[in-house]
Nanobody
Framework: VQLQASGGGLVQAGDSLRLSCAASGRTFSNYIMGWFRQAPGKEREVVSAISGSGGITYYTDSVKGRFTISRDNAKNTVYLQMDSTKPEDTAVYYC???????????????????WGKGTQVTVSS
């Protein structure tokens, strides 16, 4: 699976941003998709994940109620809608794919099978 994330940019705190991740190469709906982020000086961490059908989602506590993950299997694309952004959301955001669902309590750094290149998100105060 080849993954390409896009949609990053510079926004002010409180603004919205939508990230997209386009996939190619395998049957997209067979894969659980995740969004990750890595801030300067910190390890990469999971932000959100969505099941193959889109019916099950996971959010890390810091983004619950602000971010929404979704997918369009007809377009082989997964999205991350980021609302009410905060300066602490500043990071490089990555999308990734796996065949394994980690349940309701994802580890901070789960094993993923495929990774895309990141897109920078900067939230100014």
């Amino acid at each position: 699976v080849q993954l390409q994330a896009s949609g990053g940019g510079l926004v002010q705190a409180g603004d919205s941003l939508r990230l997209s991740c386009a996939a190619s190469g395998r049957t997209f709906s067979n894969y659980i998709m995740g969004w990750f982020r890595q801030a300067p000086g910190k390890e990469r961490e999971v932000v959100s994940a969505i099941s193959g059908s889109g019916g099950i989602t996971y959010y890390t506590d810091s983004v619950k109620g602000r971010f929404t993950i979704s997918r369009d299997n007809a377009k082989n694309t997964v999205y991350l809608q980021m609302d009410s952004t905060k300066p602490e959301d500043t990071a490089v955001y990555y999308c990734a794919a796996t065949r394994l669902w980690y349940g309701s309590n994802w580890p901070k750094t789960p094993r993923m099978d495929y990774w895309g290149k990141g897109t920078q998100v900067t939230v100014s105060s």
